[in-house]
């Protein structure tokens, strides 16, 4: 089978492509399918232009373009590179921009056969989401139509979470022409097999807080709020923030408020790296509790957080508010690591436990890499190629055929 996976955006600096299209192309490759991945670089454009082949993927990025036709030059790259490629599925990852815009195209031009359309959705995208949270305004609202008429005209959809499952049956999408695909992790090396690398934020302490993150999953007057009560009653503790900012202005606030409390001096932070940030992390393991605080709203329901297992996979100790698929990867470890969204005391109350002993995170990470086997993206995505095969043989058609014909694209 051929299978020609659409990015809706370069390899960085989000994570769609890289921590999602790209690990399920190669769970499908290592299945023995064709797998071509079409990526539009506009925010990546160093990779304008290049290919290779990773792990059995082909990687394609299309040419950037210039002035006023730059987005019609990428959107036709990219159909050509699809077309050329001769697929049986195209399978695009968000509803939204570029690949919105290509799957619309082809589902609407699309008669019963082949290629199956399908469509992925791990985010909610419109002004009840990311659009409304980033105060996009028209340009959000029309994201928002986009993300409905993209979903509703594709014939098959895939969904990382079981909020999205819901929405997008309630655009009227058939429950048999969906599948629940959530975030899995890539396999990483234990800890215990790593040389100790250089220190990269611990310092001399032996207790630290990892809060690995990308400023977006909890507002940072509330991450203080949870955070700074365990630095004032562990002075000795240390705060970790491995990640990167979507709004530079969210840091900024949390350095400050960080200062003003006193304890900007304890703070680390690191790049998103995935190498860096991976070897930081392998390095905390035995010392370390991640702290994992998220806001209970729309977009933090519909997300699938793709670090949780992989900090699961790394053998680190989690301490994370219940909300949307949060509850199904810790599953098992609700007295450990869960608390119900809003309760900081119940939060500071759970990452007390895990800083007084050693041997009770010791324990609970064992627990937690174990259990983290489930979701590696080999299992997690793989009856993928299986269930293409009966959507072929089914062949379904859209609800609406024609909305999107032409295809149209909201950045």
Not at 115 to 139: F, K, M, N, T
Not at 209 to 219: D, G, H, Q
Not at 369 to 384: F, I, N, P, T
Request: proline content about 7%; aromatic content about 6%.
């Amino acid at each position: 089978m051929r299978v020609a996976l659409v990015a809706p955006f370069g390899l960085q600096p989000k994570g769609t492509t890289s921590a999602r299209a790209l690990p399920i192309g190669k769970v499908l490759a290592a299945q023995g399918a064709t797998v071509r991945l079409v990526v539009p670089p506009w925010d990546d454009p160093a990779r304008a232009s290049q290919r290779w082949i990773e792990d059995g993927v082909e990687v394609v990025h299309t040419r950037l373009g210039a002035g006023p036709l730059t987005r019609l030059v990428v959107v036709w790259d990219m159909l050509r590179e699809i077309r050329a490629f001769q697929p049986d599925v195209v399978h695009a990852f968000k509803p939204i921009g570029y690949s919105g815009a290509i799957a619309g195209r082809l589902a609407g031009r699309r008669a019963r056969g082949r290629p199956l359309i399908v469509v992925d959705a791990d985010d909610l995208e419109g002004p009840e989401g990311w659009a409304g949270r980033r105060g996009l305004g028209l340009s959000g609202r029309l994201r928002g139509v986009q993300e409905r008429r993209t979903l509703r005209v594709a014939p098959c959809v895939t969904v990382a979470s079981a909020w999205l499952a819901d929405f997008v049956g309630a655009l009227g999408v058939a429950p048999e022409r969906v599948l629940r695909l959530p975030n899995g992790h890539s396999q990483v090396r234990s800890p215990k097999s790593q040389a100790r690398s250089p220190d990269l934020g611990l310092g001399t302490s032996d207790l630290g807080l990892v809060w690995y993150t990308r400023f977006t999953e909890a507002a940072p007057g509330r991450a203080v709020g949870l955070l700074i009560p365990l630095l004032r009653t562990h002075p000795e503790l240390r705060l970790s923030v491995v990640g990167d900012e979507l709004n530079a202005g969210d840091r900024a606030a949390l350095q400050a408020a960080l200062a003003q409390e006193g304890v900007g001096a304890r703070v680390s932070w690191m790049g998103y790296g995935q190498a860096t940030a991976d070897e930081y992390l392998l390095r905390s393991a035995e010392s370390a509790v991640a702290v994992y605080p998220l806001d209970d709203d729309p977009v933090n329901r519909a997300r699938c957080p793709s670090k949780i297992p992989h900090l699961m996979a790394l053998g680190i100790p989690i301490v994370a508010e219940g909300v949307g698929e949060v509850p199904a990867y810790l599953s098992g470890f609700e007295r450990e690591c869960l608390v119900a969204p809003g309760d900081a005391e119940g939060f500071r109350g759970r990452v007390e436990a895990l800083l007084g002993s050693r041997q009770k995170r010791a324990r609970l990470a064992k627990r937690l890499q174990k259990s983290a086997e489930q979701w590696r993206w080999d299992r997690v995505a793989g009856d993928l190629l299986g269930w293409y095969e009966e959507a072929l043989r089914v062949s379904p058609l859209p609800l609406d055929g024609g909305g999107l014909g032409r295809g149209w694209i909201v950045l």
